[in-house]
């Protein structure tokens, strides 16, 4: 097919489309989502001063740092649902939105560890996770993207509850509850986190299986 022929003073045009094409994309990295974003991680040293205010056993000061970290949660999936819906996705916040949520929850759990509230082999398990599941996603990122699952997704909402818990430093039967919440997201966590490994196998496989395949194929 013949290449269609430019009209007389299009290339300029063209080279200025590019120009604003650039600008348009330079300018979407300030878009809500990526704001609200930036501004969970702005929110984390706020966190960790409200929750270690006055020694971190003040209940008014707990509540304060409550009202931070349930405010970083629910950012957490407002701008995911913003970016997905008006087609905010951008590098920056494919990368910046995993920090923050690890920032703020790794913040809260190695805080209540720090007040020996919370045990730190919780936090060195769900921490851990985190690291492994993204490490492990770099390592298959050439094969495929393995996509979010509903017990991800369960695991993230118990361990979200339960620390909410925790931060508010509550007594009596509530301490117990949240002692059997926290199990159930440590349990969500290492059991996604073993599922997810496994996933993470089976589709380096089928993309090492893929790329024999597709070898063979070009060398007959």
């Not at 304060?64 to 970290?69: L, N, R």
């Not at 509530?174 to 997810?196: C, E, I, K, N, P």
Request: aromatic share 10%.
């Amino acid at each position: 097919m013949d290449e269609p022929v430019e009209p007389l003073g299009a290339r300029p045009a063209a080279k200025g489309g590019k120009i604003a094409a650039a600008a348009v994309n330079q300018a979407s990295l300030w878009n809500v989502a990526n704001l609200l974003t930036m501004f969970r991680l702005v929110l984390v040293p706020g966190f960790v001063m409200l929750m270690l205010a006055q020694g971190g056993y003040d209940p008014a000061w707990r509540s304060f740092a409550w009202a931070a970290f349930a405010v970083a949660m629910f950012t957490d999936l407002f701008d995911g649902h913003l970016a997905r819906t008006y087609n905010l996705v951008t590098d920056f916040g494919k990368i910046a939105d995993p920090i923050a949520d690890k920032a703020i929850m790794g913040a809260a759990l190695v805080c209540l560890s720090w007040l020996d509230e919370l045990p730190w082999w919780v936090t060195a398990v769900i921490l851990g996770r985190e690291l492994g599941v993204t490490v492990i996603r770099f390592l298959v990122i050439r094969y495929g993207v393995i996509p979010a699952s509903r017990g991800g997704k369960l695991k993230t909402l118990a361990q979200g509850i339960a620390v909410g818990m925790y931060i508010l430093a509550l007594t009596g039967w509530l301490a117990t509850l949240r002692w059997w919440v926290m199990a159930v997201a440590v349990a969500l966590t290492v059991v996604t986190g073993l599922d997810y490994v496994r996933q993470a196998i089976v589709l380096r496989r089928q993309g090492m299986a893929e790329r024999r395949a597709a070898l063979r194929g070009s060398k007959a």
